[in-house]
């Protein structure tokens, strides 16, 4: 069984800065990409940024130069650094692990969110 835990969420200030962690644990073998996606209320959920193996990155538009992600592969943990910080990026924040299981299996997996609430 494989757990995803998000952390690092909380309220601040328009312009101010968080720091994410998403940490994958149980029986992967390899995690490809790691994602954020975000989902405020009566809204899609939207992807924030990925960040392959291979430190490719992607960014959502409404985040490009903002934010950015990123991983340490040793300790199946990745980071979302989210500076200037604006009202409109409130929203529960979610990790999503693409991973090879220990038996050959691809699989993905979600983490519970993390709440961020940016205040004017």
């Known amino acids: 069984q494989v757990h995803v835990v998000e952390s690092g969420g909380g309220l601040v200030q328009a312009g101010g800065s968080l720091r994410l962690s998403c940490e994958a644990t149980?029986?992967?073998?390899?995690?490809?990409?790691m994602a954020w996606y975000r989902q405020a209320p009566g809204k899609q959920r939207e992807l924030v940024a990925s960040?392959?193996?291979?430190?490719?990155?992607d960014y959502g538009d409404s985040v490009k130069g903002r934010f950015t992600i990123s991983r340490d592969n040793a300790e199946s943990t990745g980071f979302l650094q989210m500076n200037s910080l604006k009202p409109e990026d409130t929203a529960v924040y979610l990790c999503?692990?693409?991973?090879?299981?220990?038996?050959?299996?691809?699989?993905?997996?979600w983490g519970q969110g993390t709440q961020v609430t940016v205040t004017l």
């Open positions: 960040i392959t193996n291979e430190g490719a990155t």
């Open positions: 999503n692990v693409d991973y090879l299981g220990m038996w050959g299996q691809r699989m993905s997996d």
């Open positions: 149980g029986k992967i073998f390899n995690i490809y990409t």
